[in-house]
């Protein structure tokens, strides 16, 4: 930006994005399809449903929950789900008196396994500055306010473990199915910004 | 090194936005300069995902802070294909019609010492100190844990240093550890009851004393 050889204003990221694309294509280097492909492919396969019937298997199998504790790499790629940057799942339970929170203070990893893509306010410099300082405050400013009494862990994905939350089954949920357990279960809540609620309906 | 992207506990920032129902990608080109990455790490292996996160850090502080992530993604990816001689920023400044920023040079990496055993130096429930250091190059021992005193609640598999790795250089694996800091050890007035855990390599860390 402040390179004096470019004092005027950048092409925009759009055309930028088109120049290096077609720049690699003129040259041979990009397979027919292989953008779209990997594209869509990642939305497809790698997203925060994955996660969410990750937690409705747990909240209903207790064997399985055991195991996801103890190794949630193996136990997430039990259910299908693994990604080439999520290796080694850790998997955070809360409980009544402990609630986890993740962040990527210096970029934006997360477990694309079983979150997906991380959204953009994981990404802003305002969360990832944040969230390691104040986390009672910003978490309430989210909509999640926290009794005093609940310690907060938060953890920095700063190397290449991933992370996960294992969030609280709300209360009126007894019977439920896997996939109606599922279904409620956000993106929010598997970073641990948000509970798990039953929508009022 | 020291850089913009070493966010964590930095002072000024206000609100975080949620948006409802976020799409993945919100632009087309998002979804183009996501696959390109790919494209560069895993078809060409022009180069690997450390020294993308560090062609990213080695973004203008200024232009860093003002771009989405996608465009950040974008100049990381656009920096390394350039200074691996892929492609040529003029050609890509032509077929933008403007300027095409890209990220400044790289400082040298370091190699480290590796370690001389495969089994962990540290075991849970082990003080350790993080090293007080500042390399000019990638690292991943975030500002506002050096020199500061933890816990190691789990002893995490072996992997490649990415001090060395960052720069392309033949890099030793190593065990990592994630390591729990009281907050109000790491800011005099972080609220109690709340702990910040740092998942970091073993050189980054000595045994307290």
């Known amino acids: ?201 | 090194m020291d850089g913009i992207h070493d966010l964590g506990g930095m002072g000024g920032f206000g609100a975080v936005e949620v948006e409802r129902n976020e799409p993945v990608f919100h632009e087309p080109w998002e979804a183009r300069a996501f696959a390109l990455n790919f494209l560069g790490i895993s078809v060409l292996r022009a180069y690997n995902v450390h020294e993308y996160r560090h062609a990213v850090e080695r973004m203008d502080p200024a232009h860093y802070l003002a771009a989405s992530y996608y465009e950040r993604w974008l100049t990381g990816v656009a920096t390394l294909l350039v200074e691996k001689g892929v492609v040529a920023r003029d050609e890509l400044e032509t077929r933008a019609g403007g300027p095409f920023p890209l990220s400044r040079p790289a400082a040298a990496g370091r190699t480290g010492a590796a370690p001389d055993s495969e089994r962990p130096r540290f075991a849970v429930g082990d003080a350790v100190v993080v090293r007080e250091v500042h390399p000019r190059g990638h690292t991943r021992a975030p500002r506002y844990v050096r020199g500061k005193r933890g816990v190691v609640l789990r002893v995490a598999p072996r992997f490649l240093f990415p001090d060395a790795a960052g720069h392309g250089l033949r890099a030793h694996k190593e065990h990592a550890y994630h390591v729990e800091f009281p907050a109000t050890a790491l800011w005099e007035d972080a609220g109690s009851r709340a702990t910040v855990i740092v998942d970091l390599c073993e050189s980054y860390l000595e045994r307290a004393s």
């Open chain 1, 1 to 201: 930006m402040s390179d004096p050889r470019h004092p005027v204003t950048p092409a925009s990221v759009a055309e930028r994005t088109r120049a290096l694309e077609e720049a690699l294509t003129a040259k041979g280097l990009v397979p027919d399809g292989y953008l779209d492909d990997t594209a869509s492919r990642t939305k497809q396969e790698l997203n925060p449903e994955n996660g969410a019937r990750v937690v409705a298997r747990a909240w209903t199998d207790a064997a399985y929950r055991e195991r996801l504790l103890a190794d949630g790499t193996a136990a997430s790629v039990e259910l299908g789900f693994k990604a080439p940057n999520s290796e080694y799942l850790v998997v955070l339970e809360n409980t009544p008196a402990v609630h986890n929170v993740i962040v990527c203070t210096q970029c934006s990893c997360t477990a694309w396994s079983v979150i997906g893509l991380p959204p953009d306010w994981y990404k802003s410099p305002e969360y990832r500055a944040r969230i390691v300082r104040e986390p009672r405050t910003l978490l309430a400013e989210m909509g999640l306010a926290l009794p005093e009494d609940v310690a907060v862990r938060v953890w920095d994905t700063s190397g290449e473990t991933r992370y996960m939350v294992l969030p609280l089954r709300p209360a009126g949920t007894e019977g439920w199915g896997e996939e109606q357990l599922a279904a409620i279960v956000t993106r929010e809540a598997l970073i641990g910004v948000a509970r798990v609620d039953v929508p009022r309906s």
